[in-house]
């Protein structure tokens, strides 16, 4: 595959200090080695301070090693906002203000994951937690720049698989450790920087984790999936059928482990990078492997044809994905003396992946990713409070899926985007404007069809200044989206999915009108920051169950209706009063998202209200925390569609810093869902039969040294 790229560097704000290193002068990059700053971190900028357009929230250091799960979307779940998909244990993608799939990039250091995690639920990122430095998640207009695919937000994973800074020690070791007790977890992560001389930084690391199947806090069956088997039982009892009505009832009474929902994950990669004054390149290489079981609803047999005249049963083996991805990336900078432009970034990547679908032994179905992207920037220099950045960006991906179940033919997909970003500070009033223009093409010549697209979105917004750390504003949006290959080409059952999904060559750009206020403030002991959003879709496309059966498989179809979406998000905290050497501090969160389809209902799948609050008792060695989440039920659901039952999570921890908050050495011990409640996310697939984790506790121990 021949392609050539460019990349778009994201900025974030961070809620915590930040630590800092020597760094290559051309970019501020937050490190945890050595001196600890209040500056703002920018981790891949091109613009400091971004945080307009694009709100982020920010996991990193302490709160990301007690939050850390083996999945991104069940690490991210508890920030505002966001929740997860988790189809599986070993599969879990973010939920961004209800939107997931296409509408959510998952990226590592800019660029996307190069993976077939949008192509379906049971797919899992491969991105592992263990080796993030720091998480952005970025929601608003402005991350269209990242892709149309972003229309819903993005997440970039920062690693340090490509070194940006020069460590201080002839060595500097990262290690991360986490046992867990509902799935017992075993999970161990290390990363090596060691300076050449020269401006030259060698970096290697890897990864492993290995669960069992994960204990649930009750029914492993949803009240609905448990009546349901408690009928047949009753029904194969009164036709004589004992062994069929033992097996119901068994279902219906299952408790504890869910069936076929252990992993086991290896990563390991390396990186050199060459830094001075002028600008710094570099490269790396790495290797995804994961296995995992994918559970099975009760009932899900079904049947395909392997030839004329000969039908065969499948369903009643498990399931499982084995899956692989090796991996090279390219970025570099170049900064220039004079002139308009400050400095040029490229930053490019290309993955092989291959995944396997087992049913027992026998290989089902083997899908197969080819993607290369890149992106190049041109940053401007800042003149009197104007400052931006330009750039294009290239996308490439070759799908292939070869099985009795391959749902979605062989197909291409390109992309070629030019995007800008222009920002305006004129003393208390700020300005950002941002535009995309994108060209996608989308063919299969399995089918016969070759489809064009050309997308144009643009957003605006401004802030006021009313007081020192009090920022209020909006912002208005207008963004399109091309299909994907999915949304056209799906046409097949899908055995992990237990689903037989439909797609429609025949969709049209999806286009969408947004518009966003907000407030934050940071005075003092109090922060805040809250939003309200809204988005109406022309052309929204959705997936949604039509009722009917194909293959002994509940059908899913792909159609397009106009849309609304609207919703809020608030995080606050507060510091209330010291004592006994430690400072009290109280925080939480509130998110909620509604969606309707224009004569179809609600969107399904749609994260119900969630609030989140917390206390701390913070001190230079030991932090203590307890923290309530609780989760609203979701009746209001689309055609289809079962409602679930709203939960209420109890979690505590606490984190010991032998060297204090100088050095990120810590070790944290964490009670989750203490009272081992029942829990269920709405946004899942497969919430009837795969629960949340029942009670886990969990030790976790990170070393820098």
């Not at 020597?22 to 050595?34: M, N």
């Not at 698989?161 to 450790?177: G, N, Q, S």
């Not at 799948?605 to 609780?630: F, H, K, N, T, Y």
Request: charged share 25%.
């Amino acid at each position: 595959m021949k392609s050539f790229a460019l990349l778009f560097a994201t900025t974030a704000l961070a809620a915590t200090p930040a630590y800092a290193q020597q760094t290559a002068p051309a970019e501020e990059t937050g490190d945890h080695v050595h001196g600890q700053s209040g500056e703002i971190v920018v981790t891949a900028p091109f613009v400091r301070d971004l945080d307009l357009l694009a709100g982020t929230s920010v996991l990193a250091g302490e709160n990301l090693v007690r939050e850390i799960r083996p999945q991104l979307g069940d690490t991210l779940a508890r920030l505002p906002g966001v929740s997860a998909t988790s189809f599986s244990p070993g599969a879990s993608r973010p939920v961004l203000r209800g939107f997931s799939g296409e509408r959510v990039r998952v990226l590592t250091d800019g660029l996307g994951s190069l993976d077939a995690s949008n192509t379906s639920a049971d797919h899992a990122v491969t991105i592992d937690p263990l080796t993030a430095e720091r998480i952005e998640v970025l929601k608003g207009p402005a991350v269209l720049l990242f892709g149309s695919q972003a229309i819903g937000g993005a997440v970039n994973v920062l690693d340090r698989r490509i070194p940006r800074v020069v460590p201080d020690e002839a060595l500097h070791v990262d290690a991360l450790a986490v046992l867990g007790s509902a799935a017992d977890e075993r999970s161990v992560g290390a990363g090596v920087d060691a300076p050449l001389g020269g401006g030259l930084v060698f970096h290697v690391d890897g990864s492993y984790r290995k669960t069992d199947d994960l204990r649930a806090g009750g029914y492993i069956l949803s009240p609905d999936l448990r009546a349901e088997q408690l009928e047949i039982a009753e029904e194969e009892a009164a036709e004589g059928h004992v062994e069929e009505a033992e097996e119901a009832l068994e279902l219906a009474d299952l408790r504890g482990e869910i069936p076929n929902s252990q992993t086991e994950q290896t990563t390991y990669g390396a990186g050199l990078a060459y830094i001075r004054d002028g600008g710094n390149i570099g490269f790396s290489v790495s290797k995804f492997d994961s296995r995992y079981g994918v559970p099975m609803r009760p009932g899900a047999e079904h049947h395909h044809e392997e030839d004329p005249g000969h039908e065969e049963e499948h369903g009643e083996e498990d399931v499982s994905i084995d899956l692989n991805q090796v991996r090279a990336d390219l970025r570099g900078e170049l900064n220039f003396a004079g002139g308009a432009f400050e400095k040029v970034r490229g930053r490019f990547g290309y993955a092989d992946y291959e995944h396997t679908e087992f049913e027992g032994d026998e290989v089902g179905t083997v899908f197969t990713t080819e993607g290369f992207e890149g992106r190049v920037e041109l940053v401007q220099r800042e003149r009197e409070g104007w400052r931006g950045a330009s750039g294009v960006q290239y996308f490439t991906r070759d799908f292939a899926a070869v099985g009795a179940e391959a749902f979605l033919p062989p197909n291409e997909t390109s992309q070629l985007g030019l995007f800008t970003l222009q920002e305006f500070n004129v003393g208390q009033v700020n300005l950002e404007a941002a535009a995309r223009y994108e060209r996608t093409e989308v063919g299969s010549d399995t089918v016969g069809v070759d489809r064009k697209f050309n997308t144009f979105s643009a957003a605006f917004g401004a802030s006021y200044d009313i007081a020192p750390g009090v920022k209020l504003g909006a912002n208005v949006s207008r963004a399109e989206r091309a299909p994907s290959a999915e949304e056209l080409f799906s046409d097949g059952p899908h055995i992990a999915t237990q689903a037989f999904e439909i797609g429609d060559p025949t969709l049209n750009t999806e286009k969408g009108w947004g518009g966003e206020i907000f407030a934050r403030a940071d005075a003092g002991p109090f922060e805040l920051s809250a939003s309200l959003f809204a988005t109406k879709f022309d052309d929204f496309i959705y997936e949604a169950a039509t009722g009917e059966e194909e293959d002994e498989l509940p059908v899913f179809q792909y159609f397009q209706r106009d849309a609304t979406y609207w919703g809020f998000e608030a995080s606050a905290s507060a510091r209330l009063f010291e004592a006994g050497g430690f400072r009290f501090v109280a925080d939480g969160v509130a998110d909620y998202v509604r969606g309707t389809i224009e004569d179809a209902g609600p969107v399904p799948r749609i994260p119900p209200l969630r609030l989140l609050g917390g206390i701390e008792a913070q001190s230079d060695r030991l932090d203590l925390r307890g923290e309530v989440e609780w989760v609203d039920e979701q009746d209001r659901v689309a055609s289809f569609e079962t409602p679930t039952e709203g939960f209420t999570l109890v979690n505590a921890s606490a984190a010991w810093r032998p060297w204090g908050k100088r050095n990120p050495t810590s070790i944290v011990l964490s009670a989750n869902n203490i009272f081992d409640v029942d829990a269920r996310r709405h946004a899942s697939f497969t919430k009837g039969y795969v629960p949340l984790a029942g009670r886990d506790i969990r030790l976790s121990a990170r070393v820098s040294f």
